[in-house]
């Protein structure tokens, strides 16, 4: 089942913070976060486990609250290289490979 | 080399046309994958791939035949597509099937059915 990301999307101006959520109605074992930029490749950017551990770029920082099945993904101080569609893509059992992608949070900065 | 190679960029192909798309990276990867992406929306998974084997099929219709035939390389075959099946392609590896590190996506290819 889809997960389901808010806002659609968001505009800032740089320097701005956005967060970005990701929920899903079933339980889930993992969260991924993925950049996608027009006409470029998704590019990984996080992955949270159930129990708390997360693995990702440093400047990256997101939250995984289990109870609500809720993922937020943190961006501060917005740079114009932070524009692009995000994604988050979950995972309800590990060790499968399935991820179900979101519908996408299309992050536009302004100078 | 942290690449996957996917060729072609591009492919035109008349709905009675056979076709193959290729997937290629060097990293040791032993997970593989094929996503189809619609414009303006996510990745869909199609397959996975795990040790050349295949895992997972999405319930992906007979006219896309997936092969693995060794750990670097993933082909698509194609065959009496329909023009909905016009789409972006996207090939992805991981070291395995936890995606602890992450997937790393091809560039994909651009395929049009006419």
């Known amino acids: 089942q889809q997960p389901v990301q808010s806002p659609q999307a968001v505009i800032l101006r740089e320097g701005e913070d956005a967060v970005i959520n990701c929920s899903s109605s079933k339980a889930l074992y993992s969260v991924h976060w993925y950049r996608q930029k027009h006409g470029e490749a998704p590019v990984f950017l996080m992955i949270?486990?159930?129990?708390?551990e997360q693995k990702g770029h440093e400047k990256i920082s997101a939250s995984f609250n289990e109870k609500k099945q809720q993922s937020s993904l943190y961006l501060t101080a917005s740079q114009l290289s932070y524009s692009g569609t995000y994604f988050c893509g979950t995972e309800r059992s590990g060790n499968t490979g399935k991820l179900i992608f979101g519908q996408g949070t299309t992050l536009q900065v302004k100078p | 080399d942290t690449e996957v190679t996917q060729t072609p960029k591009h492919l035109v192909m008349g709905m009675t046309n056979k076709k193959s798309l290729k997937c290629e990276q060097h990293?040791?990867?032993?997970?593989m994958y094929w996503y189809k992406q619609k414009a303006k929306k996510p990745p869909e998974l199609m397959f996975v791939y795990s040790y050349e084997k295949l895992s997972i099929n999405e319930s992906v219709p007979s006219r896309f035949s997936p092969e693995c035939p060794n750990s670097s390389l993933l082909n698509l075959h194609l065959h009496a597509l329909q023009p909905e099946d016009s789409a972006l392609y996207l090939c992805?590896?991981?070291?395995?099937?936890?995606?602890?590190?992450?997937?790393?996506f091809g560039q994909g290819t651009r395929l049009t059915v006419v």
């Open positions: 949270l486990l159930k129990g708390g």
């Open positions: 990293m040791g990867h032993r997970a």
């Open positions: 992805a590896s991981s070291p395995n099937r936890d995606n602890f590190e992450g997937a790393f």
